[in-house]
């Protein structure tokens, strides 16, 4: 069984640039995360789907940050413009119940110059 | 506030040497106790849950433990390949919406 994916996994970019991240979570989980851990940081919760619909997005740091789930299926996270801070590592998750393990991804690597 | 503390922060250990890791946790409304083991460049692997205090679970060389205020990650005879971070998530919340708060780690080195 595949598990999460993510792409790319190294981004590098200016500020004030666009960039979006891919996740394709585990088939059938209907629960996906977007976790983000800053240098020498925690990993910190972004926002929660269920399936398409926005269950929690209180971690999501701006209006700079936009995530989507279409279909249910993969999910989208999209920086725009981007800002210095905004660099660290983006991890996507996913699990079957709410209260199951998650299953993370490799992550994204995001460098803003 | 919600919170999750480890330690230590780091821990070097020699081949077959025991020891624990323990994560603290002040939160309101435990769903639930998380262990996972991340190795560089990768994403956190699933390794244990815990649910309510006095549960015990094992996998080979490590055992998990849960208390009502901490949790503590023992590695009886460790080997290299142990080595990794292993990271703490508490899962906390009400009906529909729950949320993972991690602590930061213990970095793990197991020498030959």
């Known amino acids: 069984e595949a598990g999460v994916t993510q792409f790319p996994s190294h981004s590098v970019i200016e500020k004030g640039q666009t960039v979006t991240l891919r996740c394709d979570p585990i088939s059938g989980h209907d629960n996906l995360y977007w976790y983000r851990r800053v240098m020498g940081k925690e990993i910190k919760f972004l926002l929660h789907?269920?399936?398409?619909?926005?269950?929690?997005e209180s971690g999501m740091p701006n209006n700079r940050f936009l995530a989507e789930r279409t279909g249910g299926t993969y999910s989208t996270l999209k920086v725009q413009p981007a800002e210095l801070e905004d660099s660290g590592v983006y991890f996507c998750a996913s699990s079957q119940g709410l209260t199951n393990e998650q299953f993370f991804g490799p992550g994204t690597r995001l460098t803003v110059l | 506030e919600d919170q999750v503390t480890q330690s230590p922060e780091a821990l070097r250990l020699q081949e077959g040497e025991s020891s624990s890791l323990n994560c603290s946790y002040t939160v309101s409304g435990l769903r639930g106790l998380f262990w996972y083991r991340q190795d560089p460049g990768k994403g956190p692997e699933f390794l244990f849950t815990?649910?309510?205090a006095g549960e015990e679970k094992e996998k080979e060389r490590l055992k998990a433990t849960l208390t009502k205020k901490e949790s503590f990650l023992h590695i009886t005879a460790p080997k290299p390949e142990d080595s990794a971070t292993y990271l703490c998530a508490v899962q906390s919340g009400t009906s529909g919406t729950y949320k993972y708060i991690f602590g930061t780690g213990t970095r793990l080195k197991v020498l030959a």
């Open positions: 789907f269920v399936k398409e619909s926005k269950q929690d």
């Open positions: 815990l649910y309510s």
